[in-house]
């Protein structure tokens, strides 16, 4: 039995996912319309401003600059825009896969890691010491998603 090594595409997945259900097809040809599938859309944050658990799911409130909206200082705060709703394993299959492409960054040279966390909570020897902390070279633009 030979195997076809070409690529597949997403197309021809789906194709083949209609053809194993006669079901999906009898009701295309019935309404005349593409089976009903979640469809893509890109999701924009520009960060996480809210995670927790409840009823056993793991929560992560994302949020976008407001336009209106500012701070103090007059900059645009985070608002909220989209909730992530996961099981635990799905939050940590997630951890897993965003920590393997933290160290390809890492080692790649596009994110260079500032301090290690010294406790559980996130918190750095910088975050715990601020008033102490002598004044530091400006530090070039960077994207706030990578801050």
Do not use: C, Y
């Not at 996912?17 to 019935?30: D, E, G, L, Q, W």
């Not at 301090?115 to 633009?141: F, Y």
């Amino acid at each position: 039995m030979s195997r076809d090594s070409s690529p597949r595409t997403m197309q021809d997945k789906r194709r083949e996912s209609i053809t194993a259900n006669p079901s999906v097809i009898k009701t295309m040809a019935n309404n005349n319309q593409e089976p009903k599938t979640m469809r893509n859309h890109d999701l924009f944050t520009d960060g996480v401003i809210g995670l927790g658990i409840e009823a056993g799911m793991i929560r992560l409130d994302l949020g976008s600059l407001s336009l209106t909206e500012k701070d103090k200082e007059g900059n645009s705060v985070l608002e909220h825009r989209q909730r992530v709703v996961m099981s635990i394993d799905a939050f940590l299959h997630t951890h897993r896969a965003m920590t393997g492409l933290l160290e390809h960054l890492e080692k790649s040279g596009a994110v260079v890691r500032r301090e290690q966390p010294t406790s559980g909570n996130g918190a750095t020897d910088g975050d715990m010491n601020v008033e102490d902390a002598s004044p530091e070279a400006p530090v070039p633009a960077r994207s706030p998603n990578f801050g």
